[in-house]
Structures are given as C-alpha cells and as structure tokens.
C-alpha cells in the first residue's frame, strides 16, 4: 500500500538522481560541437556590410586575456579581440591599434574545461599560450553568473569556429 510517508520518502530519495542527471544532462550540452548557421551577429560586431559580407569569416567580441596559470582577477586584461582578413588581433580598452595580432594561420586553439577560469586556449608565437573568455555581452569581473557562463561557452564555439574558418588549427574538445 502506498501512503502519503512512503510517497514522501520516495521524493526525497529521488532528489539526488534527478540532480545528477541535470549535472551530466548539462556536461554533455555543453561539450557538444556548435557551429553557428550564419555568422551575421559577428559582422554586424565588427562593422561590416552583411549585404555585401567578405570571402573569409568576421568576428569580434569583449575579450579578457590571461596569461597561462594566471588568475583572470588578478592578471587579466581587457578589450575587444577580433577576427578579420585571416588575423587574430586583442585591442586592450577598446584601443584603436591592436595590443597584439598575430595571423590566423599560426594559431592553434581549443576550448577548456567547464571548470577553468577561461572557456579558451589559445597558443601562438606572439601571445605564448593564454587562456581567454570571449562574449558579446560585457564580461563580469567580480561576480559570477552561471547562466551567462554557459552562454560564454557558445560564444566560445562561434569565437572558435570563426577562428577555424580563418585559418587557425582549432583542437576539438
């Protein structure tokens, strides 16, 4: 027979399970590949025509760089980096000339793990590996926010796949 405590009991004990499935169900969202179906959002960033949209793909986004095995509050810098004509350039405080650029073609890639600081890798002779997070929203540096954090990620993806599409070596992960 099945009473109103039996019931209650079976509730509770089921909380655990449907936690740890909403934990892997959002693992393995996240780790699936996303490729964006048009990369109108990134031209329209970085000030191009999209009537009239260039042979290679255009990117930009609010950008913070960390040097590698550095803490973002304590190291990281700030600014925009974009994607345009096969080059990666990181243009700290919205500076008109970039900080550094480096050809798309001598970067190689990759995403973090959901437990890093940043949500990319990138190496390159220029910038020697760093760790960045990309966004098309205003990046928050004392609070966390995890909703925005997983849209962090899929800005990730489109920041990885304009890159790829430049010519830099992206490693799937």
Do not use: C
């Not at 500076?95 to 995403?111: D, F, H, L, M, S």
């Not at 910038?127 to 954090?149: A, C, P, Q, Y």
């Amino acid at each position: 027979m099945f009473t109103l405590t039996a019931g209650i009991t079976w509730l509770i004990g089921m909380v655990p399970l449907l936690v740890a499935g909403g934990i892997l169900l959002a693992y393995f969202l996240s780790r699936r590949p996303r490729v964006p179906a048009s990369t109108q959002q990134a031209m329209v960033a970085a000030g191009f025509d999209p009537t009239r949209p260039p042979a290679t793909p255009v990117g930009q986004w609010f950008a913070e760089v960390t040097p590698q095995g550095s803490l973002p509050l304590t190291s990281g810098r700030r600014g925009t980096v974009r994607v345009e004509n096969g080059w990666l350039g990181f243009h700290e405080g919205g500076a008109a000339q970039p900080t550094w650029i480096v050809p798309a073609n001598q970067v190689q890639a990759g995403k973090n793990s959901m437990l890093a600081q940043s949500e990319v890798w990138l190496v390159s002779p220029t910038t020697g590996r760093v760790n960045l997070t990309v966004s098309h929203e205003h990046i928050n540096r004392f609070m966390d926010n995890d909703f925005k954090d997983l849209r962090e990620r899929r800005y990730a993806d489109e920041f990885l796949w304009v890159l790829a599409q430049s010519g830099a070596v992206v490693i799937p992960g």
